[in-house]
């Protein structure tokens, strides 16, 4: 069985840099999107128990494209440190800053360059844009079935059967393969890589692409022209004076005046 993974170099949210009221992409960090974490390690679940190979996608969206290209594979040798066999990176300057729609087309463009592949997998979302738009995108634009918010997976009998969280309710949902499922958080747990696998992984594939090796042409439907961060101001009111209970009481209707707590 081949397995493809969705894996997202996003901007760690962790460590945002802020300059002028706004967010420096430029001199953000990136990391792996957390739960294409769990996508990467479901996949190489699956292909323990059934054989097969894993293969990576992932597109670099932040630029500049030079200086991000040498911690794009450091950070894409952490998930074939994980299990994944290979790896394909697209970068070009025409997807820096690239919407859903065009992410979307890229990555189907590659797993059909792949020419095989049995089931793909993706983090519900992505901790930075957190849209939750590109998987199933891409399972339109390849015309196969897809399964989101996946919390168990088995794979049987050529089809996926899969648990899905709902608001409120888990749902048991099967689809015959090919199929892109997208996972939670909630499916499994990470592995963390031994010092043997992370050797290893210096020695696997990383396929470097462009718009050019895709034969493809495309121009972001979306601008986005900045990234403002979320200021909060604090109204700095100290209570000072008095017991315990008469400054509780204070606070109390402090909060009240303020909206925040409805009286009695």
Do not use: C, F, W
């Not at 189907?108 to 199933?136: C, F, H, N």
């Not at 909060?232 to 209970?245: A, F, M």
């Amino acid at each position: 069985m081949d397995v493809v993974v969705l894996v997202k170099l996003a901007l760690d949210t962790g460590q945002l840099r802020v300059s002028e009221g706004k967010v420096d992409v430029e001199s953000t960090p990136l990391k792996v999107s957390d739960i294409d974490r769990n996508a990467v390690e479901e996949a190489v679940r699956v292909r323990e128990r059934v054989g097969g190979l894993v293969h990576v996608v992932s597109i670099l969206k932040y630029g500049p494209i030079q200086r991000r290209l040498q911690e794009a594979e450091g950070l894409l040798r952490e998930v074939l440190a994980m299990g994944a066999d290979d790896t394909y990176l697209v970068a070009d300057e025409a997807l820096i800053g690239s919407d859903q729609l065009v992410t979307a087309k890229v990555i189907a463009s590659v797993i059909r360059r792949l020419g095989k592949y049995d089931l793909v997998i993706a983090g519900e979302a992505t901790v930075d844009g957190y849209t939750g738009q590109v998987g199933p995108r891409v399972a339109a634009e390849l015309g196969i079935p897809v399964v989101t918010y996946v919390r168990e997976l088995r794979v049987e009998g050529g089809r996926v059967v899969a648990k899905r969280d709902l608001e409120d309710a888990v749902q048991t949902v099967e689809a015959p393969l090919p199929a892109l499922v997208t996972v939670t958080r909630e499916i499994n747990t990470p592995r963390i890589p031994t010092l043997l696998q992370i050797r290893a992984a210096v020695r696997k594939p990383i396929g470097k692409l462009t718009l050019a090796d895709l034969g493809l042409t495309l121009k972001p439907t979306i601008k986005v022209e900045s990234a403002v961060p979320m200021q909060v101001k604090r109204r700095g009111v100290v209570i000072r004076e008095g017991t315990v209970d008469e400054k509780a009481d204070r606070l109390v209707q402090a909060l009240i005046q303020e909206g925040l707590l409805t009286p009695r």
